[in-house]
């Protein structure tokens, strides 16, 4: 199918650049139904029913954007995608040119590292001195602030662009549905009978690179570390048997719980995935999705689509350009229904079969 059938007009000025003053103050596009409804975040517990699983991603954003200069003088920006050991790591790096290996580059005015090779986009990284890598981050890295959010870090952003849930270190970019929950609505939540479990995802940078083919059959989708345990698969069984339904909180949960279910039946799941959805991919985990809106042509507002319906969704998106809601990363939320399996692109081919 076609990536311009994923396209939608949206102002530039509806582009979240910065968080509400509380966690739950955002907006929610409810679709449900046919026709999408105007909510309130706060009041997602109308849409959760008593014995439904609320699953939440772990993740926790690592400061890491550095910035610096080669030994030449030349100005780098150096975005860590995934720490390897104490003191090698994956990265992009942003130059007037590509550092050729054995080029050093001085970060921070702090750390010394060294170019040790080139895989793909990214770029394997050696600090040669402040510790390990992880500590020389939360030192001196700045909070990795998604390209559309058109300012610099702020000291604020290390707790907002986090959620309250996070756990386990490795994302470089936020699973940003989970931003919306405070410690107090999930407590309310857990009092109304709702159960919670975790996955983990580490949301790496390749989230937010466009999609530079045509048609998505063309597209190689990036790998990002996830895993999905025991625990939460017994609560996905549990919550299946006696009739509740299995609430992804964010497109990272649906694309963890789907991974891991991807031989028919929802089993322990530990590795990389290259899951990419598209419109035509049969669900079998999840049954509702909570999720942030999403850039046009994305591979994102694709898995959107294929969940809730190639039309019914980017209906719904106009709706929330025409209602002025905030849009992306510390933008408002939607919550969907999944929508008519039928309910394809244009340009599907309807005798191919999807998985």
Not at 8 to 22: D, G, H
Not at 98 to 112: H, I, K, N, Q, S
Not at 178 to 205: E, P
């Amino acid at each position: 199918m076609r990536v311009a059938d994923f396209d939608y007009s949206l102002p530039p000025e509806l582009i979240a650049q910065q968080p509400l003053p509380e966690r739950t103050g955002a907006r929610l596009l409810v679709l449900e139904g046919g026709q999408p409804e105007d909510a309130a975040l706060r009041d997602v517990a109308r849409w959760l029913r008593v014995g439904d699983l609320l699953v939440l991603n772990d993740t926790r954003v690592i400061p890491a954007r550095l910035l610096g200069f080669k030994a030449t003088g030349g100005r780098v920006e150096v975005l860590i995608e995934r720490i390897e050991s104490a003191d090698t790591a994956l990265a992009m790096v942003r130059a007037s040119k590509p550092p050729p290996v054995g080029t050093r580059l001085r970060l921070e005015d702090a750390l010394d590292v060294e170019v040790l090779g080139r895989e793909g986009m990214f770029f394997r990284l050696r600090l040669s001195n402040q510790g390990d890598f992880l500590q020389a981050l939360q030192r001196h890295g700045h909070v990795p602030l998604p390209p559309y959010i058109q300012r610099v870090d702020r000291a604020e952003d290390r707790e907002r662009y986090q959620t309250v849930f996070a756990a386990r270190d490795g994302a470089v970019a936020a699973p940003t549905a989970g931003l919306h929950f405070d410690d107090a609505m999930l407590q309310n939540l857990k009092q109304r009978g709702v159960r919670i479990s975790t996955v983990t995802l580490h949301v790496g940078a390749g989230t937010f690179q466009p999609v530079k083919v045509e048609d998505t059959d063309d597209h190689e989708m990036h790998a990002e570390y996830a895993e999905v345990g025991a625990e939460v698969c017994a609560e996905v069984a549990a919550c299946k048997a006696r009739g509740g339904r299995v609430v992804a909180v964010g497109t990272t949960v649906l694309r963890s719980l789907e991974s891991a279910a991807a031989g028919g039946e929802l089993q322990p799941f530990a590795g990389e995935t290259r899951l990419f959805i598209t419109p035509g991919y049969r669900f079998r985990a999840v049954d509702r999705l909570l999720t942030n809106f999403h850039l046009p042509q994305s591979t994102l507002l694709m898995l959107v689509t294929a969940f809730g319906g190639y039309r019914r969704v980017l209906d719904a998106y106009r709706h929330a350009v025409a209602q002025r809601y905030r849009f992306f990363s510390y933008g408002d939320a939607m919550w969907l229904a999944p929508g008519d399996p039928g309910d394809l692109p244009p340009s599907v081919d309807t005798n191919r079969h999807e998985v």
